[in-house]
């Protein structure tokens, strides 16, 4: 006779990979994936650590896949701020503000997906990802270039440049070191700074003939 898994364990199964996902992404969120190991989410979670493996090969997989799942939330947040009924530098412009603030408010997850050192299987999808933001940026800075409004000449190069200032603005802001000095009250760049500073250079960079403002 051969063996057929039930619906309902079927359901079971879904049920508890999604919870160990939330619980991972929230581990992630809270202190990076440094923190995330098998034994700590399994307390987490409530099972035996052997369960996770039920689910996932291993620590690599697992958490390839809570970094695509949280910039997957990122990449869908900017889309939709490109998608502001205005000129290109004024999306560019919001799409910018969102993502510096999304980061800004979720510090550790934006650090952990932007520069954390990381599993071989992050980092494949951390460049997956990095290409899915230029390929949004793209659709901004072509529109600009056909309008006259930015001076690009290969709008992928350059949309792969903005991505990468983007990532490295940000790095330093969202450090754990950074971090610290804000909490003892050390001067420090605040969020309306690097916003205002990351849309002067990335709208210079493409030769923007328009305000943002």
């Known amino acids: ?106 510090r550790y997850l934006a650090y952990a997906l932007i520069a954390e050192p990381v599993d071989p299987e992050v980092d494949e999808q951390r460049l997956l990802y990095r290409q899915a933001y230029a390929a949004l940026l793209v659709e901004v800075l072509e529109e600009g270039a056909a309008s006259g409004n930015f001076r690009v000449q290969h709008p992928q190069l350059s949309a792969a440049c903005l991505v990468g200032a983007i990532a490295e603005s940000l790095v330093g802001p969202l450090s754990p070191s950074a971090c610290a000095a804000r909490a003892k009250g050390q001067p420090a760049l605040g969020l309306g700074d690097i916003t205002a500073g990351l849309i002067a250079f990335c709208l210079s960079a493409v030769g923007a003939k328009e305000s943002s403002a």
């Open 1 to 106: 006779m051969v063996y057929r898994t039930s619906a309902l364990r079927v359901d079971r199964d879904t049920a508890l990979r999604s919870r160990i996902l939330r619980c991972a992404l929230a581990r992630v969120s809270e202190a990076g994936f440094a923190a995330l190991t098998m034994q700590a989410l399994a307390e987490d979670v409530g099972i035996a650590t052997g369960s996770l493996y039920r689910h996932f090969r291993n620590k690599g997989e697992l958490a390839a896949e809570v970094f695509a799942l949280a910039s997957q939330r990122e990449v869908d947040a900017m889309a939709l701020a490109l998608q502001t009924p205005a000129p290109p530098a004024k999306r560019l412009a919001a799409g910018l503000t969102q993502f510096a603030a999304r980061a800004w408010h979720s």
